[in-house]
């Protein structure tokens, strides 16, 4: 069956065609703007949590607790399931320095230490502390890039132990760099549970920013002490 559309028609359905796109623009701009705003809500909710981490850090004397202390905020900012922090050591090297929450061992270890590494977070940055990284901090730079992070779907950076991903399906890393030098670097990891909350790109994002703040955070400190 043949239909014939006459020239009113087809404007009229050209208008309307032209109508749905302008609406489902509209649709996608408001909503990548809502996003936008909320991305900015929470980097702003983040700096304050993490200048009062930082009034926290002074008021006890010991500029040693931000790093320990902010490592554990971003497990919480992000839902993850672990989180490690690493700190610059002699030249280029980085050591661990704190573990949060249920993060797998950097390095090869027997499975009945791994388990308890992994139970355990305050006993695991007892033996991260020994940790030194097969990486340097520009490695890791180079690593994240332009982005401020690196993140990594059922796969790994090559220096990872082969059991890593066994419960660290989704890895976010990224540099804390304040001012001219690199100061360390954070790890974030979710696993592939039914329950837990997968990281995501947008994480990525988030977690850059926050390791921004925690940089200029770590400037203010330093001056602080020198200060004092």
């Not at 949060?100 to 006993?123: I, T, Y």
Request: with cysteine; hydrophobic share 45%.
């Amino acid at each position: 069956m043949n239909f014939i559309i006459g020239g009113t028609a087809v404007i009229t359905i050209t208008v309307i065609g032209y109508a749905v796109y302008l609406w489902r623009r509209g649709f996608y701009l408001r909503k990548k703007l809502l996003g936008f705003q909320r991305n900015v809500a929470r980097e702003r909710e983040a700096a304050a949590d993490i200048v009062a981490l930082a009034r926290n850090v002074i008021a006890a004397g010991n500029e040693n607790l931000f790093l320990p202390q902010f490592v554990r905020y971003v497990l919480r900012a992000l839902n993850a399931d672990g989180a490690a922090i690493l700190q610059s050591g002699d030249g280029s090297s980085l050591c661990g320095l704190a573990i949060a929450g249920s993060f797998p061992p950097l390095q090869a270890v027997a499975p009945p230490l791994r388990e308890q590494l992994l139970a355990h977070d305050g006993r695991h940055t007892e033996f991260f502390r020994q940790f030194r990284a097969p990486f340097s901090a520009a490695d890791l730079v180079a690593l994240c890039g332009d982005r401020g992070y690196a993140f990594f779907d059922h796969t790994c950076p090559s220096w990872c132990p082969e059991d890593f991903t066994a419960d660290a399906t989704r890895i976010l890393l990224a540099p804390i760099r304040p001012g001219n030098r690199i100061a360390g670097g954070i790890i974030v990891t979710s696993r592939n549970d039914f329950e837990a909350r997968q990281l995501t790109e947008a994480d990525g994002e988030l977690l850059a920013r926050l390791a921004e703040i925690a940089a200029m955070t770590l400037e203010l400190l330093n001056r602080f002490h020198e200060r004092r």
